[in-house]
């Protein structure tokens, strides 16, 4: 039921969003990064919801419903058959497959690894982009900052039998995930750059026509069960529809870097996420690394501000 009104909240907030206009969008840079964390907290909710129905269609099943329900709702809201598509087609395939491998491996990894955890471990995929693409000192120091957090996050030392004993598979999984979560920042931004909001919707059923086949190939019997359809529709709006509407709105507004160095918030958000809605509880060392990571993500969004400010004075 608290997913089902985090569900209400976040949609009403989205709509509210959706209602500013252009000029308003473009002269802001706070606007995107509130997008981008409204899309963290539906996500990580929706990722606790599916971790609970993984004991009744396993996690192959969860991915096709998401999928699946996803692309149909992001098709009825974008309308994508109206866009005209041209250019480069490649950046949107690669995007949509980025996507898909990025939600199949995820899930996989947490059939067996804490939420808080895998998500930092799939974060390796952001931060590479974010290495990868900066060019001043200052960025590499919250980076450093975020690796910071990322080291006592990991349980890359014992402490607790609970917690340290992270399976591998799982891990490999979670890490193939943040493989895929890097290019799809990079195709995302150079797809929705050409083609806009809609190209949420198309990269969603490119995915789905390569992974939903596949989710239901390995899933239970019982995952197209009118009892689970409810909770599946939940999952795709929490985890599909809403925050990648989001996030595609404000990745055309933010660099690569930035972008990817705001998204160092997940691990904190999934953690939390996992302790409301999974009972996966976390130690002190674990609470200094969110301190950390979030930490890294304001000082990275103040940066932004400053960059920002200053090439509108440039030019």
């Known amino acids: 039921m608290d997913v089902i ?37 539906s996500i990580q909710s929706g990722a606790a919801l599916a971790k609970n129905l993984f004991p009744l269609i396993g996690a192959p099943g969860v991915t096709a419903l998401r999928l699946g329900l996803g692309a149909l709702i992001l098709c009825i809201v974008f309308k994508p058959w109206r866009m005209r598509i041209q250019g ?46 900066s060019r001043r000192a200052l960025d590499f120091l919250w980076i450093l900052l975020a690796l910071t957090g990322m080291w006592f996050l990991l349980p890359l030392v014992p402490l607790d039998n609970d917690i340290a004993n992270v399976d591998m598979q799982g891990a490999l999984c979670a890490i193939g995930a943040g493989a895929c979560w890097a290019l799809y920042i990079v195709f995302g931004k150079s797809a929705g750059a050409n083609h806009g909001p809609a190209t949420v919707a198309i990269g969603s059923l490119v995915a789905a026509v390569v992974f939903c086949p596949l989710g239901a190939y390995f899933a239970d019997t019982s995952f197209l069960s009118p009892a689970i359809l409810p909770l599946g529709i939940a999952i795709a709006i929490l985890s599909t529809a809403l925050p990648y509407s989001l996030e ?30 999974l009972g996966e509880h976390l130690l002190l060392t674990q609470w200094v690394a969110l301190f950390c990571i979030i930490a890294a993500s304001l000082s990275a969004t103040l940066t932004a501000k400053r960059t920002r400010i200053t090439d509108s004075a440039q030019s």
């Open 5 to 41: 009104s985090h569900t209400i909240m976040t949609s009403s907030l989205f709509i509210k969003a959706q209602r500013m206009t252009l000029s308003a969008l473009r002269g802001s840079t706070l606007l995107p990064v509130l997008l981008i964390v409204i899309a963290m907290l």
């Open 88 to 133: 480069n087609r490649l950046p949107l395939l690669l995007y949509g497959l980025t996507l898909g491998g990025m939600n199949f491996l995820f899930y996989l990894s947490i059939r067996t690894v804490p939420l808080g955890v895998a998500v930092a471990l799939e974060f390796t995929g952001p931060l590479a982009v974010a290495i990868f693409s």
């Open 248 to 277: 595609m709105m404000a990745l055309t507004r933010l660099p690569a870097k930035t972008f990817s160095t705001l998204m160092s918030m997940e691990p904190a958000i999934a953690a939390l996420s996992g302790i409301l809605f």
